[in-house]
């Protein structure tokens, strides 16, 4: 089966930084859209930034500027750099993908990691 794990994660002040990864793990053909989503308490799920494979990029605007998601695709990793941290920022990150898991096939499956958290103090 198809995994994917997050890690990076942890408690940072206001205005530092940290790194997220994720990586795929397991059996399948090749990735496509790579991304990150983020659920703050008593809130809806959200994007937070996705690429594509022929490096179409999104941030949400809250982000924009302060996030850049980058990743490696012979490591089948994708990864977010947060810079700038906000309290705003403290949920928990999920790593989201679309697989095709064979060769045979040409439609992927959607994907999401167990998230990480990060906690942003002020």
């Known amino acids: 089966q198809v995994q994917l794990v997050e890690s990076g994660g942890g408690l940072v002040q206001a205005g530092g930084s940290l790194r997220l990864s994720c990586a795929a793990s397991?059996?399948?053909?090749?990735?496509?859209?790579m991304g990150w989503y983020r659920q703050a308490p008593g809130k809806q799920r959200e994007l937070v930034a996705e690429t594509t494979s022929d490096g179409r990029i999104n941030y949400a605007d809250s982000v924009k500027g302060r996030f850049t998601i980058s990743r490696d695709n012979a490591k089948n990793t994708v990864y977010l750099q947060m810079n700038r941290l906000k309290p705003e920022d403290t949920a928990v990150y999920y790593c989201?993908?679309?697989?095709?898991?064979?060769?045979?096939?040409?439609?992927?499956?959607?994907?999401w990691g167990q998230g990480t958290q990060v906690t942003v103090s002020s």
């Open positions: 397991g059996r399948f053909f090749s990735i496509h859209a």
């Open positions: 989201n993908a679309d697989i095709v898991r064979y060769s045979s096939s040409s439609y992927p499956y959607n994907y």
